[in-house]
Nanobody, 119 residues
Framework: QVQLVESGGGLVQAGGSMRLSCAAS????????MGWFRQAPGKEREFVASVNWTDASTYFADSVKRRFAISRDYAKNMVWLQAYNLKPEDTAVYYCALAGTPSGGFDTWGQGTQVTVSS
């Protein structure tokens, strides 16, 4: 089994930046990709960004392109989400997620960390 633990959430003013961290432990040798999702109050959970574990290719939701960056440390089993120019609409619980295979999707989740952007 794999465990994911996020950290780094909190309160930030609009226009500010924040860095979220996710540490993976357990059976991480079969990781295909890791990513970040978020869920705002009253809304569905949505994809934010992901990074391929072997070649580090990245993908972003249109809403965060050019404002967010994702990176990973293969040896340390960690992934980070760096957010710039935060907006109130970025307020959500952010979840780290792991996909073990290309077809299996993101099937392992962290507990989430709250990010609140004040206007």
């Amino acid at each position: 089994q794999v465990q994911l633990v996020e950290s780094g959430g909190g309160l930030v003013q609009a226009g500010g930046s924040m860095r979220l961290s996710c540490a993976a432990s357990g059976r991480t040798f079969s990781t295909y990709a890791m990513g970040w999702f978020r869920q705002a109050p009253g809304k569905e959970r949505e994809f934010v960004a992901s990074v391929n574990w072997t070649d580090a290719s990245t993908y972003f939701a249109d809403s965060v392109k050019r404002r967010f960056a994702i990176s990973r440390d293969y040896a340390k089993n960690m992934v980070w989400l760096q957010a710039y120019n935060l907006k109130p609409e970025d307020t959500a619980v952010y979840y780290c997620a792991l996909a073990g295979t290309p077809s299996g999707g993101f099937d392992t989740w962290g507990q989430g960390t709250q990010v609140t952007v004040s206007s």
